[in-house]
T-cell receptor, first 116, second 113 residues
């Protein structure tokens, strides 16, 4: 099973709202990722969690707050977003690279976010 | 720093024909991994094929194959017998021994009936 699930599929929020995106995988992966993707562009890395700890934060504004409550779940809390934050938010997971391996990332279907 | 370049923003191919998508990359590392991902209009990114740099043999997956030229730092994807379901954005990606991916800018492929 190589499935990564994300909820909700679509989200519309105002600039004063607080909402959360959820991601779940049951592949036993210990690395999980959040990406932001604009139309016709490649995904941009936002955060990486390794063993449920934040290992990479790509200078993302504090209005995005990630959380990894356990090895299967990844959340992205949103607060006071701007219209330019409207995008597809992708979650991915992989095994952790060991001994020089490069692990495949498996992506979820994404959450389409619109900020009004 | 690692960079990945896809020089073909858009391509089209007739159904049942063969098409090749180009990807070049730049790295000073010797051990790395290359991927092609497909993202159809329904948006889920799906792994198409993966290549380990230490393997000389080109990877193949059914109608998809790669031409990996390590010295030239080139990693092209060949799609044979193109099908309408192959219409998608295709992203070339690179990773070394860490868990960070570097993506190319993508090629939008349209299969024409």
């Amino acid at each position: 099973d190589t499935e990564v699930t994300q909820t909700p599929k679509h989200l519309v929020m105002g600039m004063t709202n607080k909402k959360s995106l959820k991601c779940e995988q049951h592949m036993g992966h210990r690395a999980m990722y959040w990406y932001k993707q604009k139309a016709k562009k490649p995904p941009e890395l936002m955060f990486v969690y390794s063993y449920e700890k934040l290992s990479i934060n790509e200078s993302v504004p504090s209005r995005f707050s990630p959380e990894c409550p356990n090895s299967s779940l990844l959340n992205l809390h949103l607060h006071a977003l701007q219209p330019e934050d409207s995008a597809l938010y992708l979650c991915a997971s992989s095994r952790l690279p060991t001994s020089g391996t490069g692990e495949t990332q498996y992506f979820g279907p994404g959450t389409r976010l619109l900020v009004l | 720093a690692q960079t990945v370049t896809q020089s073909q923003p858009e391509m089209s191919v007739q159904e049942a024909e063969t098409v090749t998508l180009s990807c070049t990359y730049d790295t000073s590392e010797n051990n790395y991994y290359l991927f092609w991902y497909k993202q159809p209009p329904s948006r889920q990114m799906i792994l198409v094929i993966r290549q380990e740099a230490y393997k000389q043999q080109n990877a193949t997956e059914n109608r998809f194959s790669v031409n990996f030229q390590k010295a030239a730092k080139s990693f092209s994807l060949k799609i044979s017998d193109s099908q309408l379901g192959d219409t998608a954005m295709y992203f070339c990606a690179f990773t070394n021994t860490g868990n960070q991916f570097y993506f190319g800018t993508g090629t939008s492929l349209t299969v024409i009936p």
